[in-house]
Nanobody, 123 residues
Framework: VQLQESGPGLVKPSQTLSLTCTVS??????????YTWIRQSPGKELEWIGY???????YIRPSYQSRTSISRDTSKNQFSLQLKSVTPEDTAVYYC????????????????WGQGTQVTVSS
């Protein structure tokens, strides 16, 4: 399976960051997989933002719940991240990945990952 992130590389403060992950070689409905968003800022650990499961259920890390949504378009085999009210602290490389529940949250790249996309929040 291959995953590819797409979206703007530059977002202004207070705006909404929208990223899409296109999955090929597999389906976003394949049983027992979780389609996740992760980010990493320079010098910091991997931060798992949340996932949408093969069944369509979602989980968002509590610290993100108030401003984050994850959705999918099964007809396009894509899933998406929306992060509202961004600040410069949201500047990071954003990754999408397909993982099992046991792989979720690890501090290494378990599962299948996209190459990552740099997002900078700046006016």
């Amino acid at each position: 399976v291959q995953l590819q992130e797409s979206g703007p590389g530059l977002v202004k403060p207070s705006q909404t960051l929208s990223l899409t992950c296109t999955v090929s070689g597999g389906s976003v409905t394949t049983t027992l997989y979780y389609y996740t968003w992760i980010r990493q800022s320079p010098g910091k650990e991997l931060e798992w933002i949340g996932y949408i499961s093969y069944s369509g259920s979602t989980y968002i890390r509590p610290s993100y719940q108030s401003r984050t949504s994850i959705s999918r378009d099964t007809s396009k085999n894509q899933f998406s991240l929306q992060l509202k009210s961004v600040t410069p602290e949201d500047t990071a490389v954003y990754y999408c990945a397909r993982v099992t529940l046991q792989e979720y949250g690890k501090q290494y790249r378990a599962g299948s990952w996209g190459q990552g996309t740099q997002v900078t929040v700046s006016s």
